[in-house]
């Protein structure tokens, strides 16, 4: 595909990048998005899986949705998009890829410096004392595991109505704000915090750039839009960056 030439200008000029990244980014690997009409929303409410309320009262259940999600995040590969990106980040002084997604699949690509704003299902965490592991033998079970002191884990990702992990969230603002580009891939844009990381760079004077099939929440804030596939948008801006 041909990248526009402010696009090209945009990246060969950038010193500082902040990427985000949504589940649109792994679509491609298998993994399905949450909207669109083959969203995992259309098949089953978010609130009864992806709650802290949901796992109070349906521990079992919840566990069991996970383990689901967990059995496709392992089947998956990182595909030509999470590529381009690990290869993107040798390129510049300062990048940070900051991941709505929690598939772990960014940093299997080879990217390095990922937040995961929204944590990794491979990993669990006590609900009473907050120990984290990532124990494989957990996602074989078929109810939730108790921790050492009496707690039962659940997986370590973002339910809604849940603070984001603070450390997380600050690098993730903070690259935003020191940015002078900001990529947007695969992301409706339409879940905050997270959704206000493009307004931030934007106030900061960064230029912005969303890849995706169609509009988002954020066309309307951005610089350029490359509507396509990021799989193929995204190995193309790379070889613009590279030159070829
Ligand atoms: P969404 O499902 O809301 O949006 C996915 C976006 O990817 C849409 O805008 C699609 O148009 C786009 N898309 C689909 N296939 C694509 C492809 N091959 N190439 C490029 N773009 C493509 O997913 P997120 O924005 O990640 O939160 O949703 C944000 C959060 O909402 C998720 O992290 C999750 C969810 O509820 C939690 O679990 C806390």
Same mark, same amino acid.
């Given at each position: ?5 402010? *696009?090209? !200008?945009?990246?060969?000029? =950038? ?24 969203? *995992? ?8 899986v ?35 990106? !690990? ?21 299997? =690509? ?20 907050g120990?984290? *592991? ?21 997986p370590?990702? %973002? ?12 690098? !993730? ?15 409706? !844009? ?15 004077? =960064?230029y912005?750039?969303? *890849? ?5 929440e954020?066309?309307?804030? %951005? ?22």
């Open positions: 595909m041909k990248v526009p030439e402010e *696009v090209v !200008a945009a990246l060969r000029s =950038a010193g500082s990048v902040t990427v985000l990244t949504g589940a649109g980014i792994s679509a491609e690997s298998g993994i399905p998005t949450f909207r669109g009409p083959d969203g *995992v929303w259309r098949e089953v409410d978010p609130e009864d992806a709650t802290p309320e949901a796992f109070l009262r349906d521990p079992l259940g919840v566990w069991r949705w996970h383990k689901k999600m967990r059995k496709l995040v392992l089947s998956a590969e990182p595909n030509p998009a999470h590529r381009a990106l !690990a290869r993107m980040e040798g390129m510049y002084e300062n990048f940070t890829l900051v991941t709505q997604n929690v598939d772990g699949l960014h940093r299997r =690509a080879g990217s390095r410096n990922v937040v995961e704003v929204h944590g990794n299902i491979l990993r669990d965490r006590c609900q009473d004392c120990k984290v *592991v990532e124990e494989p033998e957990f996602w074989e079970m078929d109810s939730p595991p108790r921790c050492s002191c009496g707690g039962l884990f659940r370590d990702v %973002v339910w809604f109505g849940e603070p984001l992990p603070k450390e997380a969230w600050e690098e !993730a603002e903070g690259a935003s704000k020191r940015c002078d580009l900001f990529l947007l891939v695969g992301t409706s !844009a339409s879940v905050y915090p997270a959704a206000l990381l493009p307004q931030v760079a934007k106030s900061s004077g =960064a912005l750039i969303e *890849v995706n099939v169609g509009p988002s954020a066309s309307p804030l %951005v610089d350029s839009s490359i509507f396509g596939r990021a799989g193929e948008v995204l190995p193309s801006l790379l070889r613009a960056l590279e030159g070829g």
